[in-house]
């Protein structure tokens, strides 16, 4: 069901807003709006202009609760505003100087990676880097030359120039190494060397020892410079641990100061020298706004006024759900195709009732209906997940369908069924021939569906004062007269009884057509138009042909949608009558495996199946008759609710 609003107008001195904030609003849910905005009328009012002065302070210890391993298993304790940003600063100062800290090692850290990177190629050189950097007549490069060029060059060149090339490591493409040329060659070597694509390597002069002497120092830096970083982290962690505490209530504490002075955006604040209000204005449920006066009653300090909607208030009331526990769960149904709108009927009930209900029908079987129902169950306990709930009501209509339809696990021959079984009753139906009898009963409980559907639009459209999806719409009182004509002859000629006159027919038939047919014309004369008629009467009739027979086929083609529901009862016996088979119930052995993981099969993939088509019968063939889901969200400043 949805609540019942109220729409308070709260007012008192400026200064003691906050005292109000902390005091009442945050004991009750309130949707706040902008009072500016509300209070058209009134002159002389202007906004609540202040800077939140707590948004940086929580933006900072958000950072650090976002560090947090499972931050709310921990109660947060009452902190003073005071104490909670005294721990903002402590804390900040504390990561400023680890943060500081981790800096300087990454720093120093990448520069002995990259000291190792261009000292490893040359590690195996058992000779001084030092000395070799400082070679006064003898010119040098370090650096690498691709295999195919140095082949190329050793067998055509190298012989033929003053030069001396040592190889120091290779892999599959490159070679590492350092070649030696007299200082007065080195111009003309340098250009042979370029020309095979000798990759030079800058060696910096920060080397002591031979080249594996510095790559050993170097990777003991590089394990120290790690174990340094880790260091760094684990205070960091330790810190954050042994004051999460601290952490968390400062930040809740924070968070409330600065959700109540978020408060100010949406106030407004009338206009003086010395005595100036400010005004707040938003919806409260009719219990929650009760128990606010009650709260309110002896504070000289604040006063209240309290309305309903139809009091000159421009928006429409926000929508706040609340249904029994068994229901809330296929609440999350409803918003996905949109809430209700104030004053609109709640469908959750319904949608609970039914989607269950056929879901039970569709797959009908003892054992999977308890897996369902108690996997659904546990995880909804546990995890607080909507969807599994559904599946745990889901899960008692497929085990109640079970014992109608005499299947538990795929077999049939293990306990009676008390109703049917869906695969082997069959009817006869008039001009058809035998039909399934689960067909039929599908189609029947389709048409109740529809009919009462069409009565729950009435009363959404008399509510709002619609005269035409009141009375002349295909869902109104003239397509429910039609609707349930049919229905009515169609019953009593399956039964076998006298269908009503002619010209009861007619009445039952012709009139309601006409009616939708002319429903526009019908609605401008109840409402006193103008014009009744449109001015292009043949357009009009054209257009109206055409929909007549949109409606007709719409008719049809809904109420047939609901054989999915027989179909699916069949389907789901003949797929576990598969899955005995492979498991070789025929021969008389068999194999369990087989049977276990068929029915986890079929229970994993029938199930979301069948769930997904009940859920396009409630989107399509019913919601679309009654329901507009066009609700505005309750969102109260401050949740008083607990998870």
Known sequence: MIEKMKFLSITGPKADIDRVVNTYLSKYEIHLENALSELTTVE?????????????????????????????????????????????????????????????????????????????????????????????YIHYRFGRIEKEYFQKFEKYIYDNLDTLFIKCEEDDQYIWGIYFVPKHEAHKVDAVYS???????????????????????????????????????????????????????????????????????????????????????GWMSQRDAKAFQNDIKDDDHLFCIIEDEDHNIYKKPPTKLRNPKLFKPFEMYVKMYGLPAYGELDPTWFVAITYSFIFGAMFGDVGQGLLLFIGGFLLYKFKHIDLAGIISCAGVFSTFFGFMFGSIFGFEDVIPAVWLRPMNNMMTVPFIGKLNTVFIIAIGFGMGIILLCMIFNIINSWKIKDVEKTWFDTNAVAGLVFY?????????????KKLPGTAVLCVMFIIPLLLIFFKEPLTNLVEKKAEIMPKQKGMFVVQGIFEMFEVLLSYFSNTLSFVRIGAFAVSHAAMMEVV????????????????????????????????????????????????????????????????
């Open 44 to 136: 002389n009012l202007s906004p609540f202009l202040e800077i939140n002065p707590y948004k940086e302070a929580l933006f900072t210890i958000n950072r650090f609760y976002e560090e947090l391993d499972s931050p709310e298993r921990i109660p947060p304790r009452h902190l003073e505003i005071e104490q909670a940003l005294s721990i903002v600063r402590r804390v900040s100062d504390e990561a400023s100087k680890i943060t500081t800290a981790r800096t300087e090692l990454e720093e120093k850290h990448n520069s002995i990676v990259e000291s190792l990177r261009i000292i490893r190629p040359f590690r195996n050189m058992n000779y001084d880097v030092s000395s070799i950097l400082k070679f006064e």
């Open 195 to 281: 020309s095979m694509h000798f990759e030079r390597i800058f060696m910096p002069d920060n080397y002591d020892g031979t080249a594996k002497e510095a790559f050993e120092a170097l990777n003991a830096q590089f394990e120290e410079s790690n174990a340094a970083l880790s260091a760094n982290k684990s205070a960091w962690k330790k810190y954050l641990m042994d004051n999460q505490e601290d952490i968390i209530s400062a930040r809740n504490a924070i968070m409330q100061l600065s959700s109540n002075f978020d408060v100010r955006k949406l106030a407004a604040c009338t206009h003086g020298d010395r005595d100036v209000f400010y005004i707040l204005c």
């Open 484 to 496: 349930g004509s049919v229905v009515l002859v169609i019953a009593l000629f399956l039964a076998g």
């Open 580 to 643: 005995l088979m492979l498991a070789g119930a025929e021969s008389g052995s068999l194999n369990w495996l087989v049977v276990i993981l068929g029915n986890l099969f079929v229970c994993g993939m029938e199930g979301l199946i069948v769930g997904i088509q009940v859920l396009r019968l409630e989107y399509y063939e019913i919601f679309s008759r009654f329901y507009k889901g066009t609700g505005r969200k309750f969102e109260p400043f401050r949740s008083t609710k607990t998870n």
